[in-house]
């Protein structure tokens, strides 16, 4: 018997296992209704404090994303010169900061979006939204190569001001560097 036919039949069986358990543990008459089964098979609304709690963590966890790839493709090649003319690798460089730019506002403005179903982290944000606005359109300049010192420095301070409300709301960010693919479907 080769390995395919041996895959198969494994499979099969294991196939005919599990509808055989299925039906022996749902046989005999049913007292719920099909309504009533159905209402009770719906998922139910989480209560307000986990909410508070996958709120905090969705903030963390987009807030990371931003943070990791604002230094990843923007601070750090922006320090070790890859952003001035001439340098090797800039054209590229500029693209993916381009890229990274946009990435970080879209994920910055989901954390945003994320703490609003925290009051702490509402009100800790509350001052850095701003911030994040003004970041609107830099990755497209960032992406033309009209990005100077003042931008890059305001980028890393925006960051750095929602990692320090995350951190006084309980809900410290770390940098979390997503990979170059995730970065390019925004």
């Known amino acids: 018997?080769?390995?395919?036919?041996?895959?198969?039949?494994?499979?099969?069986?294991l196939a005919c296992g599990l509808l055989l358990t299925g039906t022996a543990c749902g046989g005999g008459k049913s007292e719920k209704s099909?309504?009533?089964a159905t209402e009770e098979a719906t998922p139910t609304a989480t209560s307000s404090a986990e909410r508070q709690k996958f709120a905090k963590t969705r903030f963390v966890a987009n807030a990371g994303?931003?943070?990791g790839a604002t230094y990843q493709w923007i601070v750090k090649p922006f320090r070790n010169?890859?952003?001035k003319k001439g340098a090797d690798g800039?054209?590229?460089?500029?693209?993916?900061?381009?890229?990274a730019g946009t990435f970080a506002y879209n994920r910055l403005k989901a954390a945003v979006n994320n703490a609003k179903g925290d009051p702490t982290l509402t009100k800790a944000l509350a001052p850095v939204t701003a911030g994040i606005e003004s970041l609107k359109g830099m990755g497209t300049k960032l992406r033309k190569g009209e990005a100077g010192d003042a931008d890059i420095n305001d980028f890393d301070n925006v960051i750095k001001s929602v990692k320090d409300a995350g951190k006084s709301a309980d809900a410290p960010v770390t940098d979390k560097v997503p990979s170059f693919s995730?970065?390019?479907?925004?």
């Not at 018997?1 to 069986?13: D, G, I, P, T, Y």
């Open 1 to 13: 018997m080769s390995q395919r036919a041996r895959r198969a039949a494994v499979a099969l069986l």
């Open 34 to 36: 099909g309504k009533k």
């Open 65 to 67: 994303l931003a943070a």
């Open 81 to 83: 010169g890859s952003f």
């Open 90 to 99: 800039r054209t590229g460089s500029l693209i993916k900061a381009g890229l």
């Open 182 to 186: 995730e970065v390019q479907k925004g």
